[in-house]
C-alpha cells in the first residue's frame, strides 16, 4: 500500500492508545494490530461511544487515539474537534469505513492527524500506524488521490483570484454579493462539519426537503455543484469562520 504522508510532524507514541470504536471485532481488530507494534495490551483502552471517549480523555492521557467516525451517540470528527480543544496534545487517526469528501475533508479540518479505511488488512494499518508512530501523515492511496484530484479541480488561476473595483468602486458581481441568507450560512457551516442532510434536518428542527432547498440554492449562489465546493467557495470567499 502507497500512502500520502507527511514527515515533518511530530513522532506519536502509540502507547498508551484509546481505540474508540463500538463494532466488538474492529475492537479486537485494532488491540491485536497495536500489539504487533509493541503496545501491551493493558496499555490499551476501549470506548464505543463520543461520551464514554471524552470520559476517559478527561481522566487519563494517551499517545494516540483512533477514532471511527460513526458512532452511536454522534460523529467521530465531533470527537476530534473535542479533542483539539481540550486535549489538544493528543493525536487522532480516523480509521473508518467511511470514505466521502465530506466527511474526510471534515475530519482533516478538525484536527485528524491520519485517515486509514478499515478494509485495508491488518499488515497495511499496522504499516501505515508505524508511519504515524515515526512523524509521518499517513493517508489511505485512494483517498489520496481523491484528495489531489480536489485540490487540482480547485485551483483558482491568477488572473481571477485577485478582483478588482470598478471606475465606480464596486466589486465585480463574480464575487458572491448574492449574500447567503442566515439560514443558508448555517447550513454551509453544518455542511463544512460534515453533516447529513438528515442529521442537519433534525439539528435544525426543519425538514429533509427544506434542507435540500437551502442547499440548492447556496450551489446557486455560489456556483458549484457539490458539498466540497461549496465549503471551499464558502471559506474562499469568508462565509464560513
Same mark, same amino acid.
Given at each position: 500500500?502507497?500512502?500520502?504522508?507527511?514527515? =515533518?510532524?511530530?513522532?506519536?507514541?502509540?502507547?498508551?492508545?484509546?481505540?474508540?470504536?463500538?463494532?466488538? #471485532?474492529?475492537?479486537?481488530?485494532?488491540?491485536?494490530?497495536?500489539?504487533? @507494534?509493541?503496545?501491551?495490551?493493558?496499555?490499551?483502552?476501549?470506548?464505543? %461511544?463520543? #461520551?464514554?471517549?471524552?470520559?476517559?480523555?478527561?481522566?487519563?492521557?494517551?499517545?494516540?487515539?483512533?477514532?471511527?467516525?460513526?458512532?452511536?451517540?454522534? &460523529?467521530?470528527?465531533?470527537?476530534?474537534? +473535542?479533542?483539539?480543544?481540550?486535549?489538544?496534545?493528543?493525536?487522532?487517526?480516523?480509521? &473508518?469505513? +467511511?470514505?466521502?469528501?465530506? $466527511?474526510?475533508?471534515?475530519?482533516?479540518?478538525?484536527?485528524?492527524?491520519?485517515?486509514?479505511?478499515? /478494509?485495508?488488512?491488518?499488515? /497495511? @494499518? %499496522? *504499516?501505515?500506524?508505524? &508511519? *504515524?508512530?515515526?512523524?509521518?501523515?499517513?493517508?489511505?492511496?485512494? *483517498?489520496?488521490?481523491?484528495? *489531489?484530484? +480536489?485540490?487540482?479541480?480547485?485551483?483558482?488561476?491568477?488572473?481571477?483570484?485577485?478582483?478588482?473595483?470598478?471606475?465606480?468602486?464596486?466589486?465585480?458581481?463574480?464575487?458572491? #454579493?448574492?449574500?447567503?441568507?442566515?439560514?443558508?450560512?448555517?447550513?454551509? /457551516?453544518?455542511?463544512?462539519?460534515?453533516?447529513?442532510?438528515? =442529521?442537519?434536518?433534525?439539528?435544525?428542527? $426543519?425538514?429533509?426537503?427544506?434542507?435540500?432547498?437551502?442547499?440548492?440554492?447556496?450551489?446557486?449562489?455560489?456556483?458549484?455543484?457539490?458539498?466540497?465546493?461549496?465549503?471551499?467557495?464558502?471559506?474562499?470567499?469568508?462565509?464560513?469562520?
Amino acid at each position: 500500500m502507497s500512502l500520502l504522508q507527511i514527515e =515533518d510532524a511530530d513522532p506519536v507514541s502509540l502507547s498508551p492508545a484509546l481505540v474508540v470504536e463500538d463494532d466488538p #471485532a474492529m475492537q479486537e481488530r485494532l488491540r491485536y494490530v497495536l500489539s504487533t @507494534l509493541g503496545c501491551d495490551d493493558h496499555l490499551i483502552a476501549v470506548a464505543d %461511544s463520543v #461520551a464514554g471517549a471524552k470520559l476517559l480523555l478527561e481522566e487519563h492521557h494517551y499517545g494516540v487515539v483512533l477514532v471511527d467516525i460513526g458512532l452511536p451517540d454522534g &460523529s467521530g470528527v465531533e470527537l476530534i474537534s +473535542w479533542l483539539q480543544s481540550r486535549r489538544p496534545g493528543i493525536p487522532a487517526v480516523v480509521i &473508518s469505513a +467511511w470514505r466521502t469528501e465530506e $466527511i474526510i475533508f471534515a475530519a482533516l479540518r478538525a484536527g485528524a492527524i491520519g485517515y486509514l479505511l478499515k /478494509e485495508r488488512d491488518d499488515l /497495511e @494499518l %499496522s *504499516i501505515a500506524l508505524r &508511519s *504515524i508512530e515515526q512523524g509521518g501523515a499517513s493517508i489511505d492511496p485512494s *483517498i489520496a488521490r481523491r484528495i *489531489i484530484a +480536489w485540490l487540482a479541480a480547485a485551483q483558482v488561476p491568477a488572473s481571477a483570484a485577485t478582483e478588482l473595483p470598478d471606475e465606480a468602486g464596486a466589486v465585480p458581481a463574480s464575487a458572491p #454579493a448574492a449574500a447567503l441568507t442566515p439560514r443558508e450560512r448555517k447550513i454551509l /457551516e453544518l455542511v463544512a462539519q460534515g453533516l447529513s442532510n438528515r =442529521d442537519m434536518a433534525e439539528t435544525l428542527s $426543519i425538514s429533509r426537503l427544506t434542507v435540500e432547498c437551502h442547499t440548492k440554492n447556496i450551489y446557486r449562489k455560489l456556483a458549484v455543484n457539490s458539498r466540497t465546493e461549496a465549503v471551499f467557495q464558502g471559506r474562499r470567499h469568508g462565509l464560513l469562520r
